[in-house]
């Protein structure tokens, strides 16, 4: 692999770093536990530089415990450490917290870099005899302390998610924890072994992926908080002719379209009621293909066909237990859900509140 490659990749790298930091600091001003992130995906994206620096120098230096890649690992290792939990409050109004865990990583940076700046070169180590031949040296033991170190922060992105965290966290969060670990674990060996461009640009595009999809999964979560779409009722049921005329305007199409879904559910209670009606169902009863079905939807908020009948099952589910119809759990399928769990699922989702709180609430406001 040629330089300009690897730097190429390497500048994409730090580009959706970026991106991705200035995202969550503009979702931060309006939920503070987001403002972590943003700062530690910053700071991740201004150690690009660092990397691109290391591809950059003389081919002599990219040999066995390489002590720029060594130093970079640790302070990555650290990062990554705290950044799948994304504390609940921002970095300063944890300090003191964040530095005494990082305490050891700042103190080998110091110790390693004061010598540098006095002029003494580092020691050039390319197998294992030159390592025992400089194991008691003072730069080959700052370097073999950044790599405990690093393994300690390694072992703490595997274990932060269960020893930190006092709720049940979603699968993908674990899952990106170990692949996190695993790529931090290939770094190191890299470091360990034969730091080249190859190796390290494969690590840079493994992390650069994970962080893009942890990103996506977040701006998903966000979009799930978002105001849903509000209900009115259809007192007539659009036409052909109607359809026809909206044809010149894509919005007044989708509209119309889906103010006829609207009438058909609004006007058939019952029939969706039935856990088994689904989109190949409401497709049927209204004349709408599949296609323009998700279309009509998603032009009114809806993520999809499915998302969309939950809606008015839970609608209707609140609505029975205000009146009365339904107390208890196994009640909730009258609504027209398969189990008991997704109805609570769906009103998790929707409402952001369990569904035993809501019927527990119903119930006192019915006995006062």
Wanted: charge should be neutral.
């Amino acid at each position: 692999m040629t330089k300009q490659i690897a730097l190429a990749i390497l500048l994409c790298s730090t580009t959706a770093h970026y991106v991705i930091a200035m995202v969550m600091f503009v979702y931060a001003r309006h939920q503070v536990r987001y403002l972590s992130i943003a700062w530690i995906m910053a700071i991740l994206a201004f150690l690009s530089t660092f990397i691109c620096s290391l591809c950059l120098m003389p081919e002599t230096v990219h040999g066995f415990l390489q002590p720029a890649a060594l130093l970079l690992l640790a302070v990555v290792c650290y990062l990554q450490s705290i950044y799948p939990l994304s504390f609940v409050m921002p970095g300063y109004l944890q300090w003191q917290r964040m530095v005494k865990y990082a305490s050891p990583v700042m103190a080998l940076i110091v110790l390693y870099v004061i010598p540098l700046l006095l002029g003494k070169s580092h020691v050039v180590i390319t197998n294992a005899r030159e390592l025992l031949e400089h194991l008691v040296s003072y730069d080959i033991l700052l370097r073999l302390a950044s790599l405990v170190l690093s393994l300690v922060y390694i072992i703490n992105i595997f274990r932060l998610p269960r020893r930190l965290t006092h709720k049940e966290l979603p699968g993908y969060m674990i899952a990106y924890s170990v692949c996190l670990g695993l790529s931090a674990v290939f770094y190191a060996v890299v470091c360990v072994l034969r730091f080249n461009l190859l190796l390290a640009t494969i690590y840079v595009i493994c992390f650069t992926v994970l962080n893009l999809y942890l990103s996506l999964r977040t701006l998903e979560t966000m979009a799930l908080e978002l105001p849903k779409p509000t209900m009115t009722a259809v007192e007539q049921n659009p036409s052909e002719t109607d359809l026809e005329q909206a044809q010149r305007d894509f919005n007044e199409l989708n509209q119309k379209r889906f103010e006829r879904v609207e009438y058909w559910m609004q006007h058939n209670r019952e029939a969706w009621k039935d856990n088994t009606f689904g989109r190949d169902q409401l497709c049927r009863e209204t004349g709408i293909n599949r296609h323009l079905l998700l279309q009509c939807v998603r032009s009114q908020g809806y993520n999809n066909v499915h998302d969309y009948l939950s809606f008015y099952r839970i609608t209707e589910l609140k609505r029975m237990i205000e009146s009365g119809e339904v107390t208890s759990l196994t009640e909730c399928q009258d609504a027209g859900f398969g189990t008991t769990k997704t109805a609570r699922n769906c009103f998790l989702r929707f409402e952001g509140a369990p569904l035993e709180d809501y019927l527990l609430s119903a119930r006192h406001r019915e006995e006062t």
